[in-house]
């Protein structure tokens, strides 16, 4: 198994953080494949900042052929190449290829805030060739904590 990173995900500083609570930002992501991605990769595809909970996710693919991407957290620190690494099922869970499918809102409900940077990671359950494109549009924020009484 490797871990495939997307080249800007190294660029933490040169990622927008808001500041301000209720403020969102959205990130669309276009990774083109440029060497083969196998059912042991896992893709780090993106990054969630310190403290930001997700709001929103997408994805879609072009020229992926048939296969589902299952898309979650991964474990360890972002950019770490460590093959021991894993990726969750969070976001889309055995998705089809090609067509695009919406994160379900109880599904961003459940993944809480985290002090620290985090990674998404993409695994796929048939190679994607080279060429293909994978499309991510991630909306996250600084949600504030209501407590209903």
Not at 11 to 20: F, R
Not at 80 to 94: C, H, I, K, V, Y
Not at 127 to 143: C, E, F, N
């Given at each position: 198994?490797?871990?495939?990173?997307?080249?800007?995900?190294?660029?933490?500083?040169?990622i927008?953080?808001?500041?301000?609570?209720?403020?969102?930002?959205?990130?669309?992501?276009?990774?083109?494949?440029?060497?083969q991605i196998?059912?042991?990769?896992?893709?780090?595809?993106?990054?969630?900042?310190?403290?930001?909970?997700?709001?929103?996710?997408v994805?879609?693919?072009?020229?992926?052929?048939?296969?589902?991407?299952?898309?979650?957290?991964?474990s360890?620190?972002?950019?770490?190449?460590?093959?021991?690494?894993?990726?969750?099922?969070?976001?889309?869970?055995?998705?089809p290829?090609?067509?695009?499918?919406?994160?379900a809102?109880?599904?961003?409900?459940?993944?809480?805030?985290?002090?620290g940077?985090?990674?998404?990671?993409?695994?796929?359950?048939?190679?994607?060739?080279?060429?293909a494109?994978?499309?991510?549009?991630?909306?996250?924020?600084?949600q504030?904590?209501?407590?209903?009484?």
């Amino acid at each position: 198994m490797a871990i495939r990173k997307l080249n800007q995900l190294g660029l933490y500083s040169a990622i927008t953080i808001p500041q301000m609570n209720g403020e969102a930002h959205t990130l669309l992501i276009t990774h083109v494949v440029k060497e083969q991605i196998g059912t042991a990769d896992i893709l780090e595809l993106a990054a969630i900042p310190a403290d930001m909970k997700l709001l929103d996710a997408v994805i879609d693919t072009e020229g992926a052929g048939t296969t589902n991407l299952t898309v979650g957290i991964m474990s360890g620190k972002p950019n770490d190449p460590d093959p021991a690494r894993t990726s969750g099922a969070e976001l889309f869970n055995a998705v089809p290829a090609g067509t695009e499918a919406k994160a379900a809102i109880k599904a961003l409900a459940a993944i809480a805030r985290d002090p620290g940077n985090r990674s998404i990671g993409l695994k796929t359950s048939a190679a994607i060739p080279v060429s293909a494109k994978i499309h991510l549009r991630l909306t996250y924020g600084a949600q504030p904590t209501h407590n209903a009484t």
